[in-house]
């Protein structure tokens, strides 16, 4: 399966900064990656899709200006958490699915944020 | 809307022994994919198995089987001959083929203990 990497592994802080997360895929292209948000004991919630050369395509409810995805590349996404609030302290994981969406998806090993 | 629910927040198991954590869904499309993913204490999420709806045959990873009933839409893991390192969230999800969108159930927790 996919190698994935995500940096940092965990971050805090002040209210009102922005922070950004790295997806990188290390062994597979990947023209789309996913961004989930996971609270503490609790499932795995999808927040939006990365595409490669076009935006990002964003799950109801989810603020495309509070959180900015750009896919730089075939193996890098970046998530970047503007003006961050308590709130938006959660569990953020990365996927990189093979062969399509419809496959496995290989996840990173997360990005613990923690806002001040 | 596609669902998948397991029903059993919580489970335990002594090591060496079997246990069996349930998932059922809920679709009316016929070509979609099964999954149970483990998350340690890590929370790195580790893919167990996987299972093709097209396929009648059982999946099977080593200790790790399935019970896939697709008349039911269940898909019950079955871990053999428990290890301390088996404790962990445990998540099933559903894909259907053609979409992008990895449906979690609510997961189970699980814990081996000596």
């Known amino acids: 399966g996919a190698v994935v990497s995500q940096h940092p592994s965990w971050v805090i802080c002040k209210s009102g900064t922005s922070v950004k997360i790295e997806c990188r895929s290390l062994?597979?292209?990947?023209?789309?990656m996913f961004w989930y948000r996971q609270f503490p004991k609790q499932s795995l919630m999808l927040m939006a899709t990365?595409?490669?050369?076009?935006?990002?395509?964003?799950e109801q409810g989810v603020e495309k200006d509070k959180f900015l995805i750009n896919h730089a590349s075939l193996t890098l996404s970046t998530l970047t958490v503007t003006s961050a609030h308590p709130e938006d302290s959660s569990f953020y994981i990365c996927?990189?699915?093979?062969?399509?969406?419809?496959?496995?998806?290989?996840f990173g090993p997360g990005t613990r944020l923690l806002v001040l | 809307a596609q669902t998948v629910t397991q029903s059993q927040p919580e489970m335990s198991v002594q090591e060496a022994e079997t246990v069996t954590l349930s998932c059922t869904y809920d679709?009316?499309?016929?070509?979609?994919?099964l999954f149970w993913y483990k998350q340690p204490p890590s929370r790195q999420m580790i893919l167990v198995i996987r299972?093709?709806?097209?396929?009648?045959q059982n999946a099977t990873e080593n200790r790790f089987s399935v019970n896939f009933q697709k008349a039911a839409k269940s898909f019950s893991l079955k871990i053999s001959d428990s290890q301390l390192g088996d404790t962990a969230m445990y998540f099933c999800?559903?894909?259907?083929?053609?979409?992008?969108?990895?449906?979690f159930g609510t997961g189970t927790r699980l814990q081996v203990f000596p």
């Open positions: 996927s990189v699915p093979t062969s399509g969406a419809q496959e496995t998806q290989y």
């Open positions: 679709t009316s499309e016929n070509n979609y994919y």
């Open positions: 990365s595409n490669e050369g076009s935006k990002a395509t964003y």
């Open positions: 999800a559903f894909i259907l083929v053609g979409t992008d969108k990895l449906i």
């Open positions: 299972q093709e709806a097209y396929k009648q």
């Open positions: 062994d597979f292209q990947a023209t789309t």
